[in-house]
Structures are given as C-alpha cells and as structure tokens.
T-cell receptor, first 109, second 114 residues
Framework: RKEVEQDPGPFNVPEGATVAFNCTYS??????FFWYRQDCRKEPKLLMS???SGNEDGRFTAQLNRASQYISLLIRDSKLSDSATYLC??????????FGTGTRLKVLA | IAGITQAPTSQILAAGRRMTLRCTQD?????MYWYRQDLGLGLRLIHY???????GKGEVPDGYSVSRANTDDFPLTLASAVPSQTSVYFC?????????????FGPGTRLTVL
C-alpha cells in the first residue's frame, strides 16, 4: 500500500460546481498535512495546511479525519482557473514529506 | 531574486556525463531539499539540508550528491548521468525543518539523459 494515495482523476466538472477530493495515508503517526496545487509543467504551490479542526480559505475547505486516516479538500463554486493537479502531502517526521501522485481537476466552461 | 531560482530550466545530457543543477534561495531559509518528479510516482526526496554545512539522504539518493556551503545555495550533482535519471527536478526550501513548516518550490529543471 502506498503511504499516501489519491484518486488520479481527472475530475471534469462544470463551472460553479462543488467538487471534493480525498487522500488517504497509511502512517497513523503522521503529524502534519497539506494540500498543494500544481499547474501543468510548473512547481507545486501551497494551497493550504490542514488542521485537526478543519480549516477554510474562501472557496476551499480542508478537513482531517485521523480515525480513518484521510484528508479532504472541498472546492465550492469552481472556476476555470481552478483547473490543476492537487497534491496531498503528509509529513511523518522531520524531512519526511510524502507526496501523493495528485488528483487532476478540469473545470469546464 | 525573489524566492527560489533553479538553473538550467531544461537540459539534454548524454549518459555518463557529469551535471550540476543549481538552486538558490533568497528567503534565508535554513532547510533546503531536492526532489524528483516522475509520472505516476509523485515527488520523491533525493537529499536535504537543515542548515549550511549539513546534508542528509532522502528516499532516492543513489547517483546524486549535494553540498551546502552557505545558506542560499544547494547544488545537486549527477556524477555520471544515466537514463533513469531523466526527470523533473525541484528544489525547495522551508524556514526550518520542522514537521509543520511550509515548503516553497523552485520552478524546476527538466533533465533528459540519453
């Protein structure tokens, strides 16, 4: 089993739709969690950190479920500019950032 | 300079040649990292450094070496390139090496080894 698993997609959604991605992790001792966004042929950029209590940033909501060992990302009112690959990152110790392979989102006009 | 820069942007290299990928950051971050990204595998850590003068091995260090002579620069060297080292290489940095520290990435170097 991979340490971090994501559905590769693509998720094709119309503008204005709500879409959710999940990411599962295998190491129950993982300490911190992040969602990064990566545009085609570009570097990953931090979208948001994920906290135990859940957190929201505008149209984006991230949640952590430690009992079931997954994190989620919800995007409301999808925009064309949201089209990208979303990387789940789990940190299990110093220097030990484990990246998922990413979920590809296409928002359609 | 703002953030992290990498050079070259892309490179085609003959197998057996030596190659150094450059990485420079101007954020005065203590920790720096080198990753490779391959289709279907996600980013994998090659080497890291938590401060100038110290380096450590990541998940896939074989065939690569690094040095950290100062805070800003973290070059990655392929001593004798092989085709399996064809990949996109990203340098990253974080203020500290703590588990909750955010990593910031450079624009990447696309390397093809023939």
């Amino acid at each position: 089993r991979k340490e971090v698993e994501q559905d590769p997609g693509p998720f094709n959604v119309p503008e204005g739709a709500t879409v959710a991605f999940n990411c599962t992790y295998s190491n129950s001792a993982s300490q911190s969690f992040f969602w990064y966004r990566q545009d085609c042929r570009k570097e990953p950029k931090l979208l948001m950190s994920v906290y135990s209590s859940g957190n929201e940033d505008g149209r984006f909501t991230a949640q952590l479920n430690r009992a079931s060992q997954y994190i989620s990302l919800l995007i409301r009112d999808s925009k064309l500019s949201d089209s990208a690959t979303y990387l789940c990152v789990v940190n299990g110790g110093t220097y030990k950032y484990i990246f998922g392979t990413g979920t590809r989102l296409k928002v359609l006009a | 300079i703002a953030g992290i820069t990498q050079a070259p942007t892309s490179q085609i290299l003959a197998a057996g040649r030596r190659m150094t990928l450059r990485c420079t950051q101007d954020m005065r971050h203590n920790a720096m990292y080198w990753y490779r990204q391959d289709l279907g595998l996600g980013l994998r850590l090659i080497h890291y450094s938590n401060t100038a003068g110290t380096t450590g091995k990541g998940e896939v260090p074989d065939g690569y070496s690094v040095s950290r002579a100062n805070t800003d620069d973290f070059p990655l060297t392929l001593a004798s390139a092989v085709p399996s080292q064809t990949s996109v290489y990203f340098c990253a940095s974080s203020e500290l090496a703590g588990v909750s520290d955010t990593q910031y990435f450079g624009p990447g170097t696309r390397l093809t080894v023939l």
